[in-house]
């Protein structure tokens, strides 16, 4: 397994395109000006507590007001707001928690008005950017996320990540944390910690407390509301969350972030640093790499997959809905169920990739061919929960209902990648597939005609897309011929809408896909 980081830089904003042996499995896009990224520490006010809500509107700067809510405070939140008054006010000559007195724990069933009230200065930390008319969701037991540990002031635990599964390490882990964790601060050990050293979480340890007391220097003379400690640029925050050995190359188009990106890399993995490079060509990166046809195959409401199986996406206010359809592919399979089977496991695949990609959050239902065997139904569900595992995003996946319907939650922290994947139609005043996403309609159409044994095939297509076709050096239709062995006559019919296209027999006839 490949992995590649694509990085592409604009004078607005910069975009991340991760992909899987030349798959793309997500795409971000990180946007000048915006302050309200997920892990951004702001001081701020509390505006109002709601009892009836158990929550209070925070005024963090944002047009509408953050959340709160009581179960977001942490049980220490007396402890910080005694914390923040004494830094603000500049009471504090050290910012480590070593010597500072802690408060009592506050009730797991509380009410938000005994702890909370208007005008309170308080730490908050950005755990939902702001999504539709909503404000950012917030929490005020805050977080400072490295390399291999999350640390967490105004508390005094070692936790380990489940998905280290091997006690020995487990223990070995935390009898190693504890021995360099300051007092006052947990410490999260992550999962990529498996099999390092001390001295390599130690240094992780140093710099995320760096970042610590640099924050809280800032408090004494920060505005309110105001960012006091903002999340790493988004290629740090990607490769501090997923680098490792399976990357195989970082290619970035602009010399600053190459740059930070090279640094960063030789921080956190020296031996690594040469497969950071400097894409300089006059062709578009996004568009050597394949990622822009694959973002305008991926995007649409329709999603079409090997084998002539395909998706519908629908998306309403509550929930997410897709089906799965076979499409008119031809059945090699001995019988119903085999086929099922198939087109489910090649949908799961596309699926899990499809809520990566577009970042889906919420309730997904998905609609999979129905299957009588149960044991097909547990593969399916196995495969499923294995393709979603290197999800870095909290997901729960049920198992499938004897409708066929399997139901997913996963975890909703920012806006959905919602990319416009219709153009102009030039023919007439609307919207049209884009042209891009035709070639490939073509290329499946093909497949399925070859394989019913036709001789002579004439492909009939808008002038447009007949020159596409035929013109440069390999040309779609020279890879047909190196593909199938099969010559396939292309003429261009001015009377044919964009994209219109059809197949005929040697007889003329047309031939029905």
């Known amino acids: 397994m490949n992995k590649e980081l694509i990085v592409r830089s604009s004078s607005d904003a910069v975009d991340f395109a991760l992909l899987k042996d030349g798959r793309l499995i997500e795409l971000h896009k990180e946007t000048e000006g915006f302050d309200f990224s997920v892990g951004d520490i702001f001081l701020a006010k509390i505006r109002k507590a709601l009892p009836g809500l158990n929550a209070a509107f925070v005024n963090v700067g944002y047009e509408k007001d953050g959340f709160l809510h009581y179960h977001d405070l942490g049980p220490n939140v007396k402890t910080m707001l005694k914390f923040v008054k004494k830094a603000t006010s500049n009471q504090l000559k050290s910012f480590s928690l070593r010597d500072f007195p802690f408060e009592e724990e506050i009730d797991k069933n509380g009410s938000i008005a005994d702890t909370l009230h208007s005008n309170q200065s308080v730490l908050v930390q950005v755990v939902k950017e702001p999504i539709s008319t909503k404000g950012p969701r917030l929490s005020s037991e805050l977080s400072l996320a490295g390399r291999y540990i999350v640390l967490v002031p105004f508390s005094d ?194 699926i899990a990739r499809q809520l990566r990609l577009r970042d889906m959050g919420g309730i997904i239902v998905v609609d999979f061919i129905d299957m009588n065997n149960p044991d097909n139904r547990r593969k399916l569900y196995e495969h499923l929960k294995d393709e979603m595992s290197d999800d870095r995003a909290k997901h729960k996946i049920l198992p499938p209902s004897k409708f066929g319907l399997i139901q997913i939650t996963r975890q909703r922290v920012r806006p959905e990648m919602n990319i416009k994947t219709r153009e102009k139609d030039p023919n007439i005043d609307g919207e049209i597939e884009a042209p891009i996403v035709i070639v490939n309609k073509i290329n499946a159409d093909l497949q399925k005609i070859l394989k019913k044994g036709n001789k002579k095939i004439t492909l009939t297509a808008h002038p447009f897309i007949a020159a596409y076709l035929m013109k440069g050096f390999p040309s779609p239709r020279s890879k047909w011929f190196f593909d199938f062995k099969k010559w396939v006559k292309i003429q261009p019919r001015d009377a044919y809408n964009y994209l219109e296209y059809h197949f005929y027999d040697q007889d003329g006839s047309v031939i029905k896909v």
Not at 164 to 187: A, D, Q, T, W, Y
Not at 217 to 240: C, D, F, M, T, Y
Not at 308 to 319: D, Q, R
Request: with cysteine.
């Open 157 to 350: 635990r070692v936790s380990v990540s489940q998905k280290i599964e091997s006690k020995e390490e487990k223990n070995r882990l935390k009898r190693l944390v504890k021995s360099i964790k300051p007092k006052g601060f947990s410490v999260i050990i992550r999962t990529v910690a498996e099999g390092k050293k001390v001295a390599e979480i130690d240094q992780d340890l140093q710099n995320l407390m760096k970042r610590w007391e640099n924050m809280c220097k800032k408090l004494s003379k920060a505005h309110q509301p105001s960012k006091v400690l903002g999340e790493l640029n988004k290629a740090s925050s990607i490769l501090r969350d997923m680098f490792n050995d399976s990357f195989t190359s970082i290619s970035v188009d602009d010399d600053v972030t190459f740059t930070q990106i090279k640094d960063y890399v030789g921080k956190i993995s020296p031996d690594r640093e040469s497969i950071v490079s400097h894409y300089n060509s006059n062709v578009p990166i996004f568009e050597k790499y394949g990622i822009e046809r694959q973002i305008k195959t991926s995007f649409g409401k329709t999603v079409t997959m090997k084998k002539g199986a395909y998706l519908v996406i629908e998306h309403t206010e509550a929930m997410h809905v897709i089906d799965v359809n076979s499409g008119n592919r031809s059945n090699k399979a001995k019988n119903q169920e085999d086929t099922a089977l198939e087109v489910n496991m090649i949908s799961a695949t596309e």
